[in-house]
Antibody, heavy 118, light 109 residues
Framework: QLQLQESGPGLVKPSETLSLTCTVS??????????WGWTRQPPGGGLEWVGS???????YYKPSLKDRVTISIDTSKNQFSLKVSSVTAADTAVYYC???????????WGQGTLVTVS | QSALTQPASVSGSPGQSITISCTGT?????????VSWYQQHPGKAPKLMIY???KWPSGVSDRFSGSKSGNTASLTISGLQAEDEADYYC?????????FGSGTKVTVL
């Protein structure tokens, strides 16, 4: 059974770079059938899609975030990562990683991890 | 890139049916059959309830149904139950990215 687990620092200082990793178990990340993405949710707020990466390394980002966001994939470790640069308090959120099915809107999510910028 | 428009809140009594709307544009909801609905209880990760406008993931009750007309997608919950009280979000493909709805709080009276 596929599982996704987010990991990384829970506290980041303003102006620094937020870095998270999603480790995938129970299935290979090196498949043409899925994208691997990140969605975030500020405390008390709504969901916001951040971006995703294909096994080939091709990336897609939310246009308003693309200048600060980098998503990468490491097929040897079955992991993909998120970096958000120049963070502010507005980047404080629960960050979820997800497997996005190509050609479908069926996603499978991790449990999420809270990152606080302070 | 503005969030898709959902009503802030919808309520109903047990056993009733309610419908949540999700309005976008021809560049997102109206342009693709890639609309999903998520249920989220406090402190929990979102749970997929409907995908590809009207398909059910394994294990999801058929009391939940999805549809789309033009630029508006809808989620209907039939036979409302206490455990349906939660926040609900729609999300739509928009070409090279996804857009979430603003979220709807469902209250069971």
């Amino acid at each position: 059974q596929l599982q996704l687990q987010e990991s990384g620092p829970g506290l980041v200082k303003p102006s620094e770079t937020l870095s998270l990793t999603c480790t995938v178990s129970g299935g290979s990340i090196s498949t043409s059938s899925y994208f691997w993405g990140w969605t975030r949710q500020p405390p008390g707020g709504g969901l916001e899609w951040v971006g995703s990466v294909y096994y080939s390394g091709t990336t897609y980002y939310k246009p308003s975030l693309k200048d600060r966001v980098t998503i990468s994939i490491d097929t040897s470790k079955n992991q993909f990562s998120l970096k958000v640069s120049s963070v502010t308090a507005a980047d404080t959120a629960v960050y979820y990683c997800a497997r996005e099915t190509k050609g479908s809107s069926s996603w499978q999510w991790g449990q999420g991890t809270l990152v606080t910028v302070s | 890139q503005s969030a898709l428009t959902q009503p802030a809140s919808v309520s109903g009594s047990p056993g009733q049916s309610i419908t949540i709307s999700c309005t976008g544009t021809s560049s997102d909801v109206g342009g693709y059959n890639y609309v999903s609905w998520y249920q989220q209880h406090p402190g929990k990760a979102p749970k997929l309830m409907i995908y590809d406008v009207s398909k059910w993931p394994s294990g999801v009750s058929d009391r939940f149904s999805g549809s789309k007309s033009g630029n508006t997608a809808s989620l209907t919950i039939s036979g409302l139950q206490a455990e349906d009280e939660a926040d609900y979000y729609c999300v739509s493909h928009a070409g090279t990215y996804y857009i979430f709805g603003s979220g709807t709080k469902v209250t069971v009276l």
